[in-house]
Nanobody, 118 residues
Framework: QVQLAESGGGSVEPGGSLRLSCVVS????????MGWFRQAPGKEREGVAH???????TYIDSVKGRFTISRDNAKATLYLQMDSLKPEDTAMYYC????????????WGQGTQVTVSS
């Protein structure tokens, strides 16, 4: 059974940092494409960052230079380092996985809340 479990969310002031983690189990983690998504109240879910099995990464423009996605295959863990956080980053953050990078994401975690406010 595939499971993804996020942690690391919380409340921070603008300009602060958080690191999200996503522990995965139930599949050969190192070969999967992984991603972080977020959804704010009243808005559609958006893909924030993605990382392929070979380490190639992509980001949406609004987080480039501030967020860093990484993976530790030995620990079967995905990370999202978020720096210089802004109020507009406030959302529920989800990690996701898929077997083939060209396909839709198949597996999702339950989410962790990130709130940025003063």
């Amino acid at each position: 059974q595939v499971q993804l479990a996020e942690s690391g969310g919380g409340s921070v002031e603008p300009g602060g940092s958080l690191r999200l983690s996503c522990v995965v189990s139930g599949f050969t983690y190192g070969s999967y494409c992984m991603g972080w998504f977020r959804q704010a109240p009243g808005k559609e879910r958006e893909g924030v960052a993605h990382i392929e099995g070979n380490g190639k990464t992509t980001y949406i423009d609004s987080v480039k230079g501030r967020f860093t996605i990484s993976r530790d295959n030995a620990k079967a863990t995905l990370y999202l380092q978020m720096d210089s956080l802004k109020p507009e980053d406030t959302a529920m953050y989800y990690c996701a996985a898929k077997v083939l990078c060209r396909n839709e994401y198949q597996f999702w975690g339950q989410g962790t809340q990130v709130t940025v406010s003063s």
